[in-house]
């Protein structure tokens, strides 16, 4: 009997020590050094809600980072994603602030039916809510934004230029050929043939004609595919937003702009992205780094192609879900800005 139970109780306990291992590493890796609180910022469109997070060892006031979402329907976290951003950011003396999406957590109206001119009236209201906060020091305060951003940031600088920096990550420039570039990309790295790619982008054609004609959602049912057509509220988001382009409001910027791409992204043309930037912005004004081996979202190639990886490092090593190289390079240009 006393043999029997010995048997079962070496690799239970075998197990639990595991166990125990993986929580620690849990906890430990899913803790951060700053703080976090919950906020509300009135707006005459309903209450945006969202997180401020304050560096833990830092003197007040300190300058301040806001968050300008990509596309989606994007939490204030984006589902834990930013955490390892702000914690580099605090290390800084930063803060950051960062707001649900409209109809998002507990903020009022819907994502959807904003254009980008009304994204940016958001951000400009977050920023001078923030101003009044004595913890925030208002000469420093700065933004920070992904992917859809790109549309939205240039606005937000027209109307507030006293902003001390920006960092875009991953920006288009122009909306109908960024749809045109992923669309393509997306589908060569499928493995498409070339006469199934065009069959996509003439279809693709005709939704711009009737966006053009400003044709309502049944007319473009009558032409979408009937396996996974958009939804009815995309297509008015759409309606509102694809004529896009940032080319012309580049021009907005008059502080240090920080514009950070990577080479594996299909979802952005970064070689576009990184001309346009470079004929509209002083070079005395920007910096651009171009990272090897990440994607859009500055996830490096080996996770973004192996879904158990990419769901074992979230869970256990969420500092490594986006490149190294990309945190240190934020780390790198705030460095730059004066205190």
Do not use: C
């Amino acid at each position: 009997m006393h043999k029997r139970r010995l048997k079962w109780i070496v690799p239970i306990s075998i197990a639990a020590a595991i166990l125990f291992t993986l929580l620690a590493i849990f906890l430990y890796q899913n803790s951060y050094d700053m703080t976090e609180q919950s906020v509300s910022v009135p707006t005459t469109d309903g209450v945006l809600r969202g997180i401020l997070t304050m560096p833990g060892h830092t003197e007040h006031p300190v300058g301040l980072i806001v968050f300008v979402h990509g596309d989606g329907p994007i939490d204030a976290s984006y589902d834990g994603f930013y955490r390892p951003v702000w914690e580099r950011f605090a290390r800084m003396g930063y803060a950051s602030l960062s707001l649900d999406k409209r109809g998002i957590g507990g903020s009022a109206g819907s994502w959807l039916q904003q254009s980008m001119d009304d994204r940016a009236n958001d951000t400009v209201t977050a920023i001078r809510w923030a101003r009044t906060l004595p913890s925030i020091d208002p000469k420093r305060i700065g933004l920070w934004g992904a992917s859809q951003a790109g549309w939205v940031i240039p606005k937000v600088v027209a109307k507030e230029p006293s902003l001390a920096f920006s960092i875009l990550v991953s920006p288009a420039i122009n909306w109908i050929r960024q749809g045109r570039y992923n669309t393509r990309q997306e589908m060569l790295q499928s493995g498409a043939s070339e006469q199934e790619i065009r069959h996509v982008e003439q279809q693709d054609q005709l939704v711009l004609q009737l966006l053009k004609r400003h044709a309502s959602y049944a007319d473009y049912l009558r032409i979408a595919h009937p396996v996974d057509p958009i939804s009815a509220e995309r297509w008015t988001f759409i309606v509102r937003n694809y004529r896009s382009d940032a080319s012309q409001e580049l021009r907005n910027f008059h502080h240090p702009v920080h514009l950070i791409l990577g080479t594996e992204d299909i979802n952005v043309d970064v070689k576009e992205t990184e001309q346009f930037y470079r004929h509209s912005i002083p070079n005395s004004l920007l910096s651009v780094t171009v990272l090897p081996g990440v994607d859009h979202s500055m996830v490096p190639s080996r996770l973004v192609h192996s879904s158990w990886q990419m769901m074992l490092t979230a869970i256990f090593f969420p500092r490594q879900v986006n490149s190294p190289a990309y945190l240190n390079d934020l780390e790198q240009f705030l460095s730059t800005i004066p205190r």
